[in-house]
């Protein structure tokens, strides 16, 4: 448990608010194509701004594209948000999510993204997925590369073991690892706790699945009862209380579902609470 609940991170040499947006939700259904209504999109991403968040998560497979276009649209690239985008996954109509590593294929997403996000850097470029036809340090080789190059800032991993971890932090500085991580699933816990130790942002996808969150349904409702609070604020605010270096990032397409979720940083949970939620999911 976290005895210091910080509400900011810095994520190289920029502090963020530490309850940040993930933007998948603004697509169509099975995030491919442009949702119904755009503006209403657009209007999220500059509610969540409005609202203090400075931490907006995307990707290029989101749509694809999609996601990273309407962002750009919506808040350009401003100075005080850090927008962090990822490349190594492609989406296609039949729904799949395919791995793709390889350095040619990085380096030309980057350009896209970048044109996407109406920015000259990026300010952080995570890899999305190892690649088993790409050899690891390849892909990852490619990203430092991009770094070093200007065209971004700070280089992140998703979806990694913690070998592969140790093995990307050989070739360059990992800023945040994005691993899937909350109430009921923590197959990342192993890499949560190398990301404490060496002051990396850690990045829980897929924070409030509802499946997930109806494993502890009893619990989550009788500590969200007591703090008049709904079940997604209470694991929200029992991932930032979990560790300092957590960067929820919870999603959605809904203004009001927005509201919501950001009145989590306004719920204290107890130590008592933290340690009950915590030890429901050993």
Not at 132 to 159: C, H, I, M, W, Y
Not at 220 to 249: F, G
Request: charged residues 30%.
């Amino acid at each position: 448990m976290s005895t210091d609940s910080a509400e900011t991170f810095d994520i190289g040499e920029t502090t963020v608010n530490r309850l940040g947006f993930g933007a998948m939700r603004l697509c169509g259904e099975e995030i491919i194509g442009p949702p119904d209504d755009e503006e209403t999109a657009r209007e999220v991403v500059r509610r969540a701004v409005d609202r203090g968040v400075d931490f907006i998560d995307t990707a290029d497979s989101y749509g694809p594209g999609v996601s990273e276009r309407l962002i750009g649209q919506a808040i350009g690239d401003p100075d005080d948000v850090v927008v962090a985008t990822k490349a190594g996954l492609l989406r296609n109509s039949d729904e799949e999510w395919l791995a793709r590593g390889d350095p040619d294929y990085v380096r030309n997403q980057v350009l896209a993204s970048r044109d996407r996000l109406r920015t000259e850097t990026i300010d952080l470029y995570q890899f999305h997925r190892p690649d088993p036809d790409t050899p690891f340090e390849d892909s990852v080789g490619a990203f430092a590369q991009l770094k070093d190059e200007g065209l971004v800032r700070q280089v992140g991993l998703s979806n990694v073991t913690v070998d592969e971890l140790e093995t990307a932090r050989e070739h360059v500085d990992v800023a945040t690892v994005q691993n899937r991580y909350n109430v009921s699933d923590r197959s990342s816990r192993d890499v949560l706790e190398v990301c404490a130790d060496n002051d990396i942002g850690f990045v829980p996808w897929c924070p409030i699945d509802a499946d997930d969150l109806a494993a502890h349904g009893d619990l989550l409702d009788e500590i969200a009862t007591a703090h008049d609070a709904t079940r997604r604020q209470v694991a929200l605010a029992w991932l930032l209380e979990r560790s300092d270096v957590i960067l929820p990032i919870p999603g959605t397409s809904n203004p009001a579902h927005l509201e919501s979720n950001l009145e989590a940083r306004a719920v204290s949970l107890s130590d008592e609470e933290v340690g009950r939620l915590t030890e429901a999911g050993v």
